[in-house]
């Protein structure tokens, strides 16, 4: 057993997260850990929601950082929102939806899931079809950004549907906040939840979670106490509420939280709008590089997230090899595909601070260089020349 310390390999992330961590973000996580309640703390901890509730565009009080990675903010809005017996649309079209079902089950809720093919977003018709048949149904969730496949859904839409048929709604905003528009208030979400670890560019293992108006006076109107004494909401507030006095719930990650801050600090300098606009510009260079390569998306165009590019592994070539070819010669992490998927994409994340067009250029040289070893060469240069036209 070794007992050195560890020193891990400086890598380029660009598979589905985490991505690349900024060093002002680092360096933010190696300040001085001071108490959960010290004073300091507690007014840096309004700082960090106010950043928070501008990154999700809401005003919702409920709006925190669930100390847990992506999966526990999904596990908190779906045991604070789901009741025995409840029916909640769970639309699913890759593997998080199929989490959120299992999310749904293990609330004593009943799942009607809507299915839709992975690598397409939801189908609104789809949705509408099984709210109409499902008057009973008092929830829908859906996936915005489908990091297993690489397709964004049309949230406005599918959250007008749920409210027209008095639905609250779960929004998986875990791969979308920060790369692509996501607007809790405008769009009326009722619960969302994202990671630290994509466009955000954290550390990962926090959750960022919104809960709004609606939201909140169901959980207050629950007959039955939410079963996570941990997730449960009306006590973590007791901690992260404003205008009262705060009392320990569970101690916060606090250099954690720091790093939360500076990568929220560093999107605010940005400015949100112009985060969107370089996450589409990178993708459209890569996207353009890419097709010189002689590869294709696996997401038809509208769909296309910017920040999760689903490509396809072509015929006769190891998709592990290519991989670990990148991740040896280049330090570059690229992502296999999941589930129905293994083996026949690969993900390619410009997440947060992963999209520049350093990581473009690199990608596509090292893409070129890892099937070049397979014995299917190609025009880098071209590849190079094509996104350079689109950056
Ligand atoms: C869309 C989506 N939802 C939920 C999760 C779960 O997040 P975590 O891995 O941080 O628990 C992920 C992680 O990749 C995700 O992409």
Redesign the pocket.
């Known amino acids: 057993m070794d007992m050195t310390p560890f020193h891990p390999p400086q890598r380029t992330l660009m598979g589905?997260?985490p991505s690349d961590v900024s060093p002002r973000v680092l360096a933010a996580m190696a300040q001085p850990t001071i108490g959960h309640l010290d004073p300091e703390f507690v007014a840096f901890m309004d700082r960090l929601k106010a950043l928070l509730q501008s990154a999700f565009r809401t005003t919702n009080p409920l709006t925190m950082p669930v100390s847990g990675?992506?999966?526990?903010g999904?596990e908190a809005a779906f045991v604070n929102l789901v009741e025995p017996g409840d029916t909640v649309i769970v639309c699913r079209n890759g593997v998080?939806g199929e989490?959120m079902r299992e999310n749904v089950v293990r609330s004593g809720g009943i799942a009607v899931t809507v299915d839709d093919r992975w690598g397409e977003p939801v189908d609104a018709a789809k949705l509408e079809r099984a709210l109409a048949e499902h008057p009973e149904a008092k929830l829908v969730a859906f996936?915005h950004?489908?990091?297993?496949t690489g397709a964004c859904s049309d949230a406005a839409t599918l959250v007008d549907l749920a409210h027209r048929h008095d639905c609250l709604v779960i929004l998986?905003a875990?791969?979308s906040l920060g790369g692509i528009p996501v607007a809790i208030d405008a769009w009326g979400v009722d619960a969302a939840y994202s990671?630290s670890?994509?466009c955000l560019s954290c550390v990962?293992g926090l959750?960022p979670v919104t809960f709004g108006p609606r939201a909140v006076e169901r959980i207050k109107a629950r007959s039955t106490p939410v079963q996570s004494w941990f997730l449960d909401t009306t006590l973590v507030m007791g901690y992260w509420g404003s205008g009262q006095k705060r009392s320990y719930h569970h101690t916060a990650p606090i250099n954690a939280l720091y790093a939360l801050h500076e990568a929220l600090v560093i999107l605010h300098e940005e400015g949100i709008e112009n985060a969107w606009t370089r996450h589409h510009r990178h993708h459209l260079a890569l996207a353009a590089g890419l097709e010189a390569i002689g590869l294709q998306l696996a997401v038809a165009e509208p769909a296309r997230l910017p920040q999760l590019n689903a490509v396809r592994v072509p015929d006769g070539i190891d998709e592990t090899a290519v991989r670990r070819h990148l991740l040896q010669h280049w330090s570059l992490e690229i992502g296999a595909g999941m589930g129905d998927l293994a083996g026949k994409i690969w993900r390619i994340g410009l997440m947060g601070a992963s999209s520049t067009p350093r990581h473009v250029m690199l990608c596509l040289a090292a893409l070129a260089d890892a099937l070049a070893a397979q014995g299917r060469p190609s025009d880098a240069t071209a590849a190079l020349e094509a996104a350079r036209q689109k950056l």
């Open positions: 589905p997260g990675p992506g999966t526990a999904m998080f989490r996936v950004a489908e990091t297993s998986d875990v791969t990671g670890q994509k990962p959750s």
